[in-house]
């Protein structure tokens, strides 16, 4: 048994009749109430016509039932599908028995022809029966005339000859049953049930194509529009509500149809100029079972792209420049430090400005850069840093903008997106930007004012949303004096400031960051057993000692400490600590010790840490290059350094 539909579901049918079979309608569609709504309109001809049209002029309808010459005539005047009812043969002899019980005399008219089938069972039952077919309603009552000249008592037929027959003084049986209406309502509920599905799915693409930001129009093979959504108005400015079934050259005149509805391919990505706007123009065919019905054109405007390559970007540099430390990690227990961590916070929470980080080399300005970006809105988008001072000034220039392709010699054939690209809406730390050149800092003034950077060798302006963290162990104020730093670039960098106190000035910070360093390094010397002998020894000799490096000369001294340890298999005594701390102050103050160069001092260094690894590691040369985070051939190479 069919399910039934609910209210929203339901077709809508109308069944049309002006003659005897609207009291089958209104009999059987009560049968129906649960899976269609059917109205019954007793009118026939135009008279139908018109109502149907004042009936869906308030609600939809999805099919309309009628028979004979009427259906037909319904068929050729209505929008809507016409489903027929149908003369069974069950039907027919229901007929033909009643009208034999009335007189011998009997004709049968039908619509248009008279079946094979009937034939035969006339011929059959050696029925004496009067065959005739009709057309139209004139047709219809020129054979009554007929037949009544022929003495017929009784007549056969649709509803139309049934009226007839009475008004000529004749007999009239109706052929249709309630059986073949029935059918027909089942053939009108499932076409509606078609037409419904269909209608929810258009409104469902409708209401996707409504709200997309991309402009979309399809069109059938004459280049008539079928749909077109409002995007395609706020793209173009062209009026184009209603326009379906009009021609899309008159609508949108500057969108070239190409060649997708002459030959059906797809053209992508052809770049017009439509109401004064630069869009991006995608043509794609439409095909329905292989044959192909129109096209689909989409527009996209020029800042969904860009908005879209700017992810791109983003996503793939995410994870490879992404910002490790947070601002938690810093070190912070002297006041001045825990100052400074959250002077970051503040400005990180409520500031997208750029800040400028200075201090003494070694100090941990990058580790606050990322933890400045890992506590702001950008925290999701790539951290890139770079180091001003260690690229040449035309390759520090290709690194930071990019650059098109045959912008110079060498130049990748695709061309390169610059720092500032790959870093849009993340943060760019620029570290030592005391050491960027001159004709470069009128670059990235040009570039933090307007929001947009040009690639080398290009003409086009690349819109980039870049927060600015930089940082410098230089006096830019003096640089500024000099005119060897821009005045107008030192006030757009240095908007909040976050001044790093060096080590010496943080002793509390010394004892905290010793810990932590030490006992990671004697971790990674498989030397743990040692961390507390070894604390309690150097420890004290650190605070008394300046540390010129800070703390990344700190990391080294713990990472010395370690590799002693692993040398005399033991914790070193505090005279060899203090000899250590002093060796390292001579190297980084006036000078080394005579006859030998920083370099050389360097490379004795590296030599002894590599032996004293490699006996840690009992000879094995992979172990100790793996501790050591080198490669076996440059362990190798230390080694033999004399």
């Not at 005047?77 to 027919?92: E, S």
């Not at 007929?95 to 034939?119: G, N």
């Not at 309630?178 to 599905?197: E, G, Q, Y």
């Not at 201090?359 to 850069?369: I, N, R």
Request: aromatic content about 4%; glycine content about 8%.
């Amino acid at each position: 048994m069919a399910q039934p539909f609910s209210d929203a579901q339901r077709p809508v049918i109308m069944a049309a009749s002006a003659h005897r079979l609207t009291d089958i309608f209104h009999t059987v569609s009560s049968e129906f109430a649960d899976r269609a709504r059917i109205d019954v309109v007793d009118k026939g001809y135009d008279d139908a016509v018109s109502a149907i049209a004042r009936g869906t002029a308030h609600g939809p309808c999805d099919v309309v039932v009628a028979a004979g010459a009427h259906g037909a005539y319904l068929r050729r005047h209505l929008a809507q599908p016409v489903a027929l009812v149908k003369v069974g043969g069950f039907d027919l002899m229901a007929a033909l028995s009643k009208a034999r019980s009335i007189s011998d005399r009997i004709a049968v008219v039908m619509h248009l022809r008279i079946s094979a089938e009937l034939t035969r069972f006339a011929g059959l039952f050696d029925l004496p029966l009067v065959l005739r077919s009709y057309e139209t309603a004139d047709d219809a009552r020129l054979c009554l005339a007929e037949l009544t000249r022929l003495g017929i008592k009784a007549v056969v037929g649709p509803g139309l000859i049934v009226n007839l027959a009475y008004a000529a003084g004749l007999e009239g049986v109706l052929v249709y049953s309630p059986d073949s209406v029935r059918a027909a309502f089942d053939d009108a509920i499932a076409l509606a049930s078609a037409r419904v599905a269909e209608r929810s799915r258009r409104a469902r693409l409708d209401s996707v194509l409504q709200h997309l930001n991309d402009g979309v129009v399809a069109v059938d093979m004459s280049g008539r529009i079928l749909t077109v959504n409002p995007a395609v108005e706020k793209l173009t400015g062209a009026r184009v509500s209603g326009t379906q079934g009009q021609a899309v050259h008159t609508v949108l005149p500057e969108l070239k149809l190409g060649q997708v509805l002459t030959r059906g391919t797809s053209e992508i990505g052809s770049v017009e100029d439509m109401a004064g706007r630069s869009l991006v123009v995608d043509r794609v065919p439409l095909f329905d079972e292989g044959v192909q019905t129109g096209a689909i054109f989409t527009l996209h405007g020029s800042s969904t792209l860009e908005r879209a390559a700017s992810k791109l970007r983003a996503h793939s540099h995410r994870k490879s420049r992404a910002a490790r430390y947070r601002l938690d990690d810093v070190v912070a227990e002297s006041p001045a430090m825990h100052d400074v961590v959250k002077q970051c916070a503040v400005f990180a929470a409520h500031s997208d400005a750029a800040v400028l980080i200075s201090g003494e080399s070694g100090t941990g300005k990058e580790l606050l850069a990322q933890g400045i970006h890992n506590a702001s809105r950008r925290r999701s988008h790539p951290f890139i840093a770079m180091n001003c001072g260690a690229f040449s000034e035309s390759l520090l220039e290709s690194e930071l903008f990019g650059y098109e392709e045959g912008a110079f010699t060498g130049a990748s054939r695709h061309g390169k997106i610059g720092l500032f690209e790959a870093a849009n809406q993340g943060t760019l730390f620029l570290d030592e930007i005391g050491e960027m050149p001159l004709a470069l800092q009128t670059r990235l003034l040009r570039a933090l004012q307007e929001k947009e950077i040009t690639r080398v060798g290009g003409v086009d302006a690349v819109a980039v949303d870049v927060r600015i963290v930089a940082a410098t162990h230089r006096d830019l104020i003096t640089m500024v004096a000099n005119e060897s730093f821009r005045e107008d670039l030192f006030y757009r960098l240095n908007i909040l400031h976050v001044p790093v106190p060096p080590l010496r000035e943080r002793p509390a910070d010394i004892h905290t960051l010793g810990t932590r360093l030490i006992a990671n390094a004697l971790g990674r010397a498989d030397r743990s057993d040692l961390t507390q002998d070894v604390l309690r020894l150097a420890l004290p000799a650190m605070k008394n000692y300046p540390w010129p490096g800070n703390v990344r000369e700190l990391e080294n001294v713990a990472e010395r400490l370690a590799m002693a340890c692993l040398s005399g298999d033991r914790a070193p005594t505090r005279g060899e600590i203090k000899a250590m701390l002093i060796g390292m102050g001579q190297m980084a103050g006036a000078g080394s010790p005579p006859g030998q160069t920083l370099p050389g001092a360097r490379r004795k260094l590296d030599t002894e840490m590599a032996q004293a690894m490699l006996r840690a590691c009992a000879g094995n040369h992979d172990e100790a290059a793996r501790r050591l985070g080198i490669s076996r051939t440059t362990l190798w190479r230390k080694l033999r350094r004399t």
